[in-house]
């Protein structure tokens, strides 16, 4: 029987509970992990109550192939204007000609545009993976890297930077008729117009993938791409705080290639339930409250990144103009994973990860990745960063050691001051 007195709140998920006990099950079991442990897998954030709504609702059970106005399924009344509020908000936070916002997440974003560019076999040059750049620049192992040839730049081995030069060398020689400026582990502002500038000389498009910094640049704490890059690539997710998906925004003269190759070059149906809270998200994200959520996301990377350097640790590129920190645990002789996986048990989620040059394998690497975007979420302030960079330092002491019992000790204490810090959309 579910009551009916108003003051008892109604069971999350009483439908899937009904149904599938199991699922739902694990869905709780997730929304507690959320809420107690802190998240700062750099990648990862906490959507809003108004995002987490959006997305399930009854929007997904409609078919909507093709664009507003230009759909081959009938019964658009609804969908039309939640796309064009979805592009409308897209183009004016961003500043830009035209967005697309049906791409299923970052990767097929970025088969869409090789698509729109390239014939297969053409060049494509991006940050290769080791360095900090996305699968889907050309890394041999993704589809980009197999039907096309893939040449990688990466950064100096003596700063952890990108060096323009280099990388203008690599395309006055390789000719690629794309570049990738962005990454994922690239803890440094990207010069998009030093990237341009060598896309213009060799004649290659230029696409600033941001899927990471997204949320930066609309709130103001990274420079813009635009309108340096022809093709701004983005997953909305990640600091943007919206729903999984992505954008592809571009100038007037390249709308109608990237239109064609996201559909129906590379998809079929959007997510519309999808593209409703990418509306929403982009929506919050045009407040001035985002724009001081961005700007925390970067002073809490730069404190917690001065709070680990006091206490030994290498940082790639010595810190962060951004939200996240590469730490190289070489001096601490262990390795990344090892280290990950204590921490995972201490509560405080991260991933291993390779640094430039590392001298182990990719899958037991030296580095760890850190982000703030999902913990800046939750409200947590700077002064805070010092407490955390304490456990990080415990926990790789204690993994070294292979004293458990610290480990646990920082488990409790992270879940305890966790409830200092309630998360958006999960239960208290
Ligand atoms: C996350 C990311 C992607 C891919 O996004 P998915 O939604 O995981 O497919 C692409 N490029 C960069 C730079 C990313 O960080």
Known sequence: MTSTNPAVPAPRHAA?????????????AEERLQADTLRMIASENYVSQAVLEATGTVLQNKYSEGYPGRRYYE?????????????????ELFGVDHANVQPYSGSPANLAVYLAFLQPGDTVMGMSLPMGGHLTHGW???????????????????????????????????RPKLI???????PRTIDFAGFAEIAREVGAVLVADVAHIAGLIAGGAHPS??????????????????P??????????HAKAIDRAVFPGLQGGPHNHTTAAIAVALKEAATEDFRAYAHQ????????????????????SGGTDNHL???????????????????????????????????????????????????TSRGLPAERMATVAEWIDRVVTAARTGDEDTVVKVRAEVAELMTEYPAPGLPV
Not at 75 to 89: C, F, K, M, S, W
Not at 157 to 174: C, I, S
Not at 180 to 186: D, H, I, K, N, S
Request: net charge neutral; with cysteine.
């Open 16 to 28: 899937v509970a009904a149904t599938d006990p199991e699922i739902a099950a694990l869905i709780g």
């Open 297 to 316: 996301v970067v002073a809490n990377a730069r404190a917690l990144g001065e709070q680990l350097a006091a206490r030994g640790f290498d940082l790639v």
């Open 225 to 242: 791409p635009v309108p340096h890059a022809d093709v701004v690539s983005t997953t909305t997710h990640k600091t943007l705080r919206g």
């Open 180 to 186: 990738f400026c962005g990454g994922t582990a690239v």
């Open 140 to 174: 041999g192992v993704s589809a980009t890297g197999t039907w096309f040839r893939g040449v990688g730049y990466g950064v100096r081995r003596e700063t952890g930077r990108v060096d323009l030069d280099e990388v203008r060398d690599l395309a006055l020689r390789e």
């Open 325 to 375: 920190l590469l730490i190289d645990l070489t001096s601490k002789e262990i390795g990344g994973k090892p280290v990950a996986q204590a921490l995972d048990r201490a509560g405080i989620v991260v991933n291993y990860n390779s640094v430039p040059f590392d001298q182990r394998k990719p899958f037991d690497p030296s580095g760890l990745r850190l982000g703030t975007p999902a913990l």
């Open 75 to 91: 019964g658009q009344q609804n969908i039309d204007p939640v796309e064009e509020l979805a592009r409308q908000r897209a183009k």
């Open 244 to 253: 999984r998906g992505a954008m592809l925004m571009c100038r007037e003269e």
